[in-house]
């Protein structure tokens, strides 16, 4: 059983910074691709950026390219999310999600090729 636990929301102002972390248990974190998430009031689940497990090659969302950074550090089964130039409309529920099914070689951005799920983390930007 994969666990998969969030760290790091809070508020911070528009313009601003804030990383996340996701802590991953069970299994080999090595043949995970990592995925972030985010769910906004009133919206449906997004696709943030992802992180193969292999070789560490990454795939983000048009609207937080250049602004949020995902990595991983294998030997602490965590990987993170660095997020630069916060905006209001970045509000959201964040949840990391492992993919166990392709061994940790495609990165991909699809909500159910994801089987492992965190309790996810409130990032709130203000203006």
């Known amino acids: 059983q994969v666990n998969l636990a969030e760290s790091g929301g809070g508020l911070v102002q528009a313009g601003g910074s804030m990383g996340l972390s996701c802590r991953v248990s069970?299994?080999?974190?090595?043949?995970?691709?990592v995925g972030w998430f985010r769910q906004a009031p009133g919206k449906q689940r997004e696709f943030v950026a992802a992180?193969?497990?292999?070789?560490?090659?990454?795939h983000y969302h048009a609207s937080v390219k250049g602004r949020f950074t995902i990595s991983r550090d294998n030997s602490k089964n965590t990987a993170s999310l660095q997020m630069n130039s916060l905006r209001p409309e970045d509000t959201a529920i964040y949840y990391c999600?492992?993919?166990?099914?392709?061994?940790?070689?495609?990165?991909?951005?699809?909500?159910?090729?994801?089987?492992?799920w965190g309790q996810g983390t409130q990032v709130t930007v203000s203006s």
């Open positions: 999600a492992a993919n166990s099914r392709t061994g940790g070689i495609t990165v991909v951005d699809v909500e159910n090729q994801y089987d492992s």
């Open positions: 069970g299994g080999t974190f090595r043949r995970y691709t």
């Open positions: 992180i193969s497990g292999s070789d560490s090659r990454t």
